[in-house]
């Protein structure tokens, strides 16, 4: 802020702030006038810098009254304001950051473009002495091993002046060597337990530029980085907390040592990776467990869930408080509710299954069935399978449904298959129905000519088969058992008269009457057959 004299009560403070100056004018009013004091602010005022002859000059200030006021507005001018502006000190280093590797070679150019009356490099390794008539000068060294080195360009553009630029040296070393280990523990892990991993590096530097990532398998899992400003190779060491589970055994861990060395370092960034640190864990067998359905005759420790655990495990089968032994051949009658349990040092873990052993259909029925007429079909004709058998019946080759209500239509011989998964049995079954005598038809009367046979018809039916018996006007008249049909030759008068014909069994009896009537012979003439007197024509 530039001050200039009071000017009729007026105060001209003109502002420079890097940009476009602007002013302002206020008027002094001690403190018993208007607070703040009325000010009236001017337009922007542009500045121009040269640079030859280094002069500045700051000229008219305008009050600004607008179209009411005097016209042209009133102005006051400044005397000439001198200012004096230095020649810049331009040095331009390239690269401006240098990355080596220790003991490689290392070198920047530094140049200018303006004049001068020295330039040179100052560096605890490879300085270069000021030269004059150059615009350019190199520091460059063959084998760079200065620890800390900054080197910096100077440049003398007066006898009383000296400007410099520092050169950003970065020298690097890559771990000799990166190992992993676990810390205060040897053999395998416990599952759940705590553990801790280090990750050694040994003689690398810079240590603040340096990261390590740790992997498990190809999966990274955790980074850290160091902070410290030592430039010198340093070893470092990083840890790991970990708390494995059985999905970790025999999983693999490794650390990588990287130096971030930034885009003017090497790409990609130099890295070292540890030997992969291979983990064992151990823990409590875990049983998969499920319901069995195993084939009849299927031996115990053929249980086909699976069974995960280290070290190694034991089995064991009860059932209820009984141990059975694992080489048990499984019968039909072996079905139930089992505990299976595995153990090992770390543990032991139990499930209880539900085995229901299978197997093909088997019959528990007999050969033969006997029953009355009109009774329910109870045969006790089982068939028993795991899983249950579709169970068929067929009889004469077709299939029919099993036999409810018995009737003498049921009577024969039937065929049951049954079936499942396992296999395929049959059975033969005769179903004998019994029942009571039934005579065809009911009472008639026959009739025949004396001297002619004819034969009286009993047809019967019964099961058991009937015992027929023929009387005649209530006299027995022995015909041999189970004679159907009485033949009575060349009747006479006396033959006729009331036969009867019985059927019996075992569940009963019934009677047929059958009156025979006997007719006197007639004579017949048929000149045809030559009969010219009493006779009786046989085919008449």
Not at 23 to 42: A, E
Not at 186 to 210: F, K
Not at 257 to 268: C, I, K, R, S
Not at 450 to 470: A, F, H, I, Q
Request: with cysteine; aromatic share 6%.
């Amino acid at each position: 802020m530039l001050l200039f004299p009071k000017l009729a009560g007026l105060v001209l403070i003109v502002l420079i702030n890097g940009e476009t100056p602007d002013s302002t004018v206020g008027q002094t009013v001690g403190p018993d006038g208007p607070q703040p004091p009325p000010t009236v602010t001017s337009d922007p005022l542009d500045i121009t810098v040269h640079e030859t002859p280094d002069r500045v000059s700051i000229s008219t200030v305008g009050q600004t009254v607008g179209p009411d006021g005097p016209q042209p507005p009133p102005t006051v001018t400044s005397d000439p304001l001198d200012t004096t502006v230095q020649a810049p000190c331009i040095l331009t280093l390239q690269p401006p950051k240098v990355v080596v590797k220790y003991g490689d070679k290392a070198s920047a150019n530094c140049s200018t473009t303006t004049d001068h009356i020295g330039m040179g490099w100052e560096a605890s390794q490879g300085p270069v002495d000021m030269k004059d008539d150059v615009q350019l000068i190199t520091w460059s060294v063959d084998s760079l091993v200065e620890w800390g080195i900054k080197p910096f360009c100077f440049m003398n553009p007066n006898p009383d002046k000296q400007c410099k630029v520092h050169l950003n040296v970065t020298i690097y070393k890559t771990p000799e060597s990166v190992s992993i280990s676990t810390v205060n523990h040897t053999g395998p892990m416990i599952e759940g337990g705590q553990y801790e991993l280090q990750c050694d590096i040994q003689n690398v530097a810079p240590a603040e530029l340096l990261t390590v990532s740790w992997f498990k398998g190809d999966t990274l899992v955790n980074k850290e980085t160091f902070a410290n400003s030592i430039k010198t190779p340093v070893n470092r060491s990083a840890t790991l907390q970990i708390s494995p589970s059985r999905a970790d055994d025999g999983a693999q861990y490794r650390c990588e040592a990287e130096l971030d060395l930034g885009p003017e370092g090497p790409q990609p960034p130099p890295t070292v990776t540890s030997d992969p640190l291979n983990i064992t864990v151990h823990y409590k067998p875990v049983i998969d467990c499920s319901n069995w359905t195993p084939l009849i005759n299927t031996s115990l420790d053929s249980f086909p869930f699976a069974v995960m655990g280290k070290p190694q495990w034991r089995t064991k089968w009860h059932q209820g408080t009984s141990r059975i032994p694992s080489t048990k051949r499984l019968s039909k009658k072996d079905s139930g509710q089992y505990s299976y349990c595995a153990s090992n040092k770390i543990g032991s873990e139990c499930c209880a299954t539900n085995i229901t052993v299978e197997y093909g259909p088997e019959f528990d029925c007999p050969s033969e069935y006997e029953s009355r007429e009109h009774t329910l079909f109870l045969a006790n004709c089982n068939v028993t399978a795991s899983p249950e058998a579709d169970v068929s019946w067929s009889r004469d080759g077709r299939n029919v449904e099993r036999p409810h209500n018995l009737t003498r239509r049921d009577n024969g011989l039937y065929k049951v298959t049954a079936q499942n998964k396992h296999g395929t049995e049959h059975h033969v079954l005769t179903i004998n129905v019994l029942y009571g005598p039934e005579i065809e038809s009911g009472d008639e009367s026959v009739e025949v000519y004396e001297g002619r046979d004819v034969t009286l018809s009993c047809t019967t039916e019964g099961n058991p088969e009937p015992e027929v018996k023929w009387s005649f006007n209530n006299q027995s008249k022995t015909t041999g058992g189970r004679q159907t049909t009485l033949t009575i030759s060349g009747a006479t008068p006396a033959d006729g008269g009331e036969y009867t014909c019985t059927a019996t069994n075992t569940f009963g009896s019934q009677t047929k009457r059958i009156f025979l009537v006997v007719k006197g012979r007639r004579l017949i003439t048929d000149v045809n057959v030559g009969c010219s007197s009493y006779s009786l024509c046989n085919h008449m």
